[in-house]
């Protein structure tokens, strides 16, 4: 069954059941672009629900609504904002047309279910129009990255969650390992001695640095620009139709949203979004370094550093036997890379900016919505399938210390630079430990010796009054 359908282009057949209407088939059929559709993003589906009810709330109290199109309009809005009638929002996320396939479809699943909702047929739009009802007072132009905002900081708060779930499982493993010694590398080479904790409390200190950078971020998604219709002067919207707007978009979300204090800025401006995938991109690059240490830091088992194991997820090869790979961090570094280069995308996008519009938005939004998306997934599966896990080679650390020339660093205060380098020169031509040929040339006693490097003493600053026997 169908039903005939009209607008600017001519006449389209739509499925009779379907919510959606002629200006979404339009879309599908000229943006056939990616794997990427908008009902695959929940969160910006809801906040595309969000906007419309803030909207009619605003037209409502200006009389520009009927109380039973409210009504109508206001139930298919919270319908959608429990996940109901997802399916009906088929359109790709990239789009020519600065979101305004993305927009009607929204106005066009509304309108539908609220003339459903009032006793009429999908298609009677002189009821419930999805242009001059649900989008009253209303551009794409503010509409569209209105809920793109409220999309991405509902994004945001889930995102969080999960980013201190894995701030927690390192700082886990740093309580864990606190008592392990282990050899700290600067440039690959060895350094001196720290514990195998220290170093997992610096992957976790590393990742809570980033909590306020994204935080921050992401507020500026509360500022938004409704009531700006077209370029930001508010054509066809009554006056207080913009406060009223953001008035009720604050109680439905419970945010503190608020109204840009420039519209016609606002609509042209997407640097929040600029923003926020910066901060991701940082975020990615932190990731990047911490999974390729642990990558290096659990390399071999018999050929690498072997500090520590990963779990074993899968066999690695289909040629080598016993073969296991470190594939849980290899994503996590694959995401990274995509994170960043989406932030490209997204800056590329953003200095299109044309006069009072930027056209570029959807990309943009879309690459917003994916790295979030694809970072949460990362976090879950690097924290579930390997940071708890981990489980650490504490005799493989001790041999590295003991077989390192690097522990001369900590004789350096005591017995002096020259003796350090003749100790190190030494060690390292006739592989005798440092521990033995300061002994061998009696710089130090054994006792003082031991008190130097001994593991307390070594992994924080301290104050020693001992003298070197020569």
């Known amino acids: 069954m169908k039903r005939i359908e009209s607008d600017l282009i001519g006449s389209m057949e739509v499925p009779a059941e379907a919510l959606y209407?002629?200006?979404?088939?339009?879309g599908i059929?000229?943006?056939?672009?990616?794997?990427?559709?908008?009902?695959?993003?929940?969160?910006?589906?809801?906040?595309?629900?969000?906007?419309?009810?803030?909207?009619?709330?605003?037209?409502?109290?200006?009389?520009?609504?009927?109380?039973?199109?409210?009504?109508?309009?206001?139930?298919?809005?919270?319908?959608?904002?429990?996940?109901?009638?997802?399916?009906?929002f088929p359109v790709d996320m990239i789009q020519g047309g600065a979101g305004t396939t993305t927009n009607m479809n929204a106005n066009e699943v509304i309108a539908n279910r609220a003339l459903q909702i009032m006793g009429h047929q999908p298609g009677e739009y002189q009821y419930c129009s999805p242009n001059?009802?649900?989008?009253?007072?209303?551009?794409?132009?503010?509409?569209?990255?209105?809920?793109?905002?409220?999309?991405?900081?509902?994004?945001?708060?889930?995102?969080?969650?999960?980013?201190?779930?894995?701030?927690?499982?390192?700082?886990?493993?740093?309580?864990?390992?606190?008592?392990?010694?282990?050899?700290?590398?600067?440039?690959?080479?060895?350094?001196?001695?720290?514990?195998?904790?220290?170093?997992?409390?610096?992957?976790?200190?590393i990742l809570r640095d980033e909590v306020r950078n994204i935080n921050f971020a992401a507020e500026e998604f509360l500022?938004?620009?409704?009531?700006?219709?077209?370029?930001?002067?508010?054509?066809?919207?009554?006056?207080?139709y913009a406060e009223k707007c953001v008035a009720a978009l604050r109680e439905i979300t419970g945010w503190d949203v608020k109204l840009a204090g420039n519209l016609v800025a606002a609509t042209s401006d997407t640097s929040c979004m600029v923003g926020y995938s910066s901060a991701l991109r940082r975020l990615a690059t932190k990731m990047n370094k911490i999974c390729n240490d642990l990558r290096l830091l659990a390399s071999g088992p018999r050929c690498g550093f072997h500090e520590f194991d990963l779990p074993a997820r899968q066999p690695g090869s289909s040629i080598m036997p016993g073969k296991v790979n470190p594939v849980i961090p290899e994503v996590m570094n694959q995401i990274s890379y995509k994170v960043i280069g989406n932030d490209l995308c997204v800056a590329m996008s953003s200095e299109e900016a044309q006069m009072e519009l930027n056209a570029m938005e959807p990309v943009m939004a879309q690459c917003c919505f994916e790295s979030a998306?694809?970072?949460m997934n990362g976090f879950?599966?690097?924290?579930?399938?390997?940071?708890?896990?981990?489980?650490?080679?504490?005799?493989?650390?001790?041999?590295?210390?003991?077989?390192?020339?690097g522990v001369v660093t900590a004789l350096n205060p005591v017995i002096g630079y020259k003796n350090s380098t003749?100790?190190?020169?030494?060690?390292?031509?006739?592989?005798?430990?440092?521990?033995?040929?300061?002994?061998?040339?009696?710089?130090?006693?054994?006792?003082?010796?031991?008190t130097i490097l001994s593991p307390e003493n070594m992994i924080h600053p301290v104050k020693l009054d001992i003298k070197p026997l020569k």
């Open 21 to 26: 209407g002629v200006q979404t088939l339009r």
């Open 29 to 88: 059929e000229n943006f056939p672009i990616s794997c990427f559709h908008l009902c695959d993003y929940p969160l910006f589906v809801n906040a595309l629900a969000v906007t419309k009810l803030g909207a009619a709330v605003a037209n409502h109290q200006l009389g520009l609504l009927t109380d039973e199109q409210y009504n109508a309009i206001a139930q298919a809005c919270r319908e959608i904002m429990e996940g109901q009638h997802h399916d009906q």
């Open 132 to 205: 001059d009802h649900v989008n009253c007072s209303q551009s794409t132009n503010d509409a569209y990255p209105t809920a793109i905002h409220i999309g991405l900081y509902a994004t945001h708060i889930e995102f969080m969650k999960h980013f201190e779930l894995l701030i927690q499982a390192f700082e886990a493993k740093a309580v864990e390992f606190a008592d392990i010694l282990k050899m700290g590398r600067t440039q690959l080479e060895d350094a001196v001695p720290m514990t195998l904790g220290q170093t997992f409390g610096a992957f976790a200190s």
């Open 223 to 240: 500022t938004v620009n409704m009531g700006a219709t077209a370029i930001g002067t508010g054509i066809c919207s009554e006056p207080g």
């Open 373 to 375: 998306a694809i970072m």
């Open 380 to 405: 879950d599966t690097l924290r579930v399938n390997c940071v708890d896990g981990i489980t650490a080679n504490p005799e493989q650390c001790r041999e590295y210390i003991h077989k390192s020339f």
């Open 422 to 450: 003749k100790i190190a020169k030494e060690a390292m031509a006739t592989g005798k430990s440092v521990y033995d040929l300061v002994l061998e040339h009696g710089i130090l006693s054994k006792e003082d010796l031991d």
